[in-house]
């Protein structure tokens, strides 16, 4: 029986899954849930996550949530993109972790400033701050990728999900890799991917 994703495809964290899906060939069932779909305030939504958030995976009725656990579940589950080696699962792990602990804060700030908010709720200022800490964290990301291919090691790992998809998020929000030599030939690498370009280049823009 295929999957069932509770969650919205505008969502970075649904994407994550989604991407992974497409790329491992796994069937899944997407049900619009969050931004403007609403429904995650249901007795029945917070049953399964009492956060309210997106995304959520039902797999058979095993319910979990939280996206990067999702990830790891699907990957173990489905044996695609496990890393047996440890010192190399340990440093996908660390840029999974700084994904969403470090670069998704700010990424996340400018997406409700500049895209999800209602207008009159929208703050420039907040903006602006947010796109400054993105800008010093693609510094980051950018002279890490000096050194090799993709995230980890010269390959593509369960680490390039996460930071593809909060990357490809910039751009949605008029920032350039242009001055981002290596994160500019990574994000070239990713996008022509057909999983990428199937789930994360066609998903619509928060809070759709
Ligand atoms: N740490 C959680 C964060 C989940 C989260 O914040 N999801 C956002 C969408 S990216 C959400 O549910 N926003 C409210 C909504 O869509 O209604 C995860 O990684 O799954």
């Not at 490809?168 to 001055?179: A, Q, W």
Request: neutral net charge; charged residues 20%; aromatic residues 10%.
């Amino acid at each position: 029986m295929a999957i069932k994703i509770y969650g919205r495809l505008s969502s970075a964290n649904v994407q994550k899954i989604n991407w992974f899906c497409e790329y491992a060939n796994i069937s899944v069932i997407n049900l619009n849930y969050g931004g403007v779909h609403g429904k995650t305030q249901t007795t029945e939504f917070k049953e399964m996550n009492p956060n309210s958030r997106v995304p959520v995976l039902d797999d058979n009725n095993f319910i979990l949530y939280e996206s990067n656990a999702i990830l790891r579940y699907l990957s173990k589950k489905f044996d695609i993109l496990v890393e047996d080696k440890l010192e190399i699962s340990g440093k996908i792990d660390q840029w999974i972790d700084w994904g969403s602990f470090t670069f998704a804060s700010p990424c996340s700030l400018l997406t409700a400033h500049k895209l999800s908010l209602p207008q009159d709720l929208r703050d420039e200022l907040i903006a602006d701050k947010a796109k400054n800490d993105i800008l010093s964290l693609l510094k980051i990301l950018n002279n890490h990728l000096a050194k090799q291919d993709f995230i980890v090691h010269e390959k593509f790992s369960l680490a390039d999900i996460p930071l593809g998809i909060w990357c490809h998020r910039c751009t949605n929000l008029g920032i350039s890799f242009d001055t981002l030599t290596n994160i500019n030939n990574w994000y070239l690498k990713l996008s022509k991917m057909n999983s990428f370009q199937k789930i994360v280049a066609s998903s619509p823009l928060p809070p759709n």
